[in-house]
């Protein structure tokens, strides 16, 4: 059975760095896509970043470039989200969410880890 877990959310000031860490099992994770959504209250959900397993290809929403970077962890199966010059726009639910290459939607999610920017 397929399983994502999130974790690293917290609350932290505007100019801060956060990690947030996406673990996943029960699926081909060498052979899938991963990618990070929030959702802010109000709002609707959002794309923030993904990666390629694979091959390590990312991508960024435009609101994100340089300040966020993902990539592989050393630990198995996990991805991480590195958020730097956090914003209180940042503020939101992140969700990390999995498809399989080939699949045209992101079938396996997170419960979603809240990250809060404030003063």
């Known amino acids: 059975q397929a399983q994502i877990a999130e974790s690293g959310g917290d609350l932290v000031q505007p100019g801060g760095s956060l990690r947030l860490f996406c673990e996943a099992s029960?699926?081909?994770?060498?052979?899938?896509?991963i990618a990070w959504f929030r959702q802010a209250p109000g709002k609707e959900r959002e794309g923030v970043s993904c990666i390629s397993v694979s091959d390590g290809a990312t991508g960024y929403a435009d609101s994100v470039k340089g300040r966020f970077t993902i990539a592989r962890a050393d630990a198995r199966n996990t991805v991480y989200l590195q958020m730097n010059s956090l914003k209180p726009e940042d503020t939101a639910v992140y969700y990390c969410a999995a498809r399989l290459l080939g699949a045209n939607k992101y079938d396996y999610w997170g419960q979603g880890t809240q990250i809060t920017v404030s003063s």
């Open positions: 029960g699926f081909g994770f060498d052979y899938s896509k």
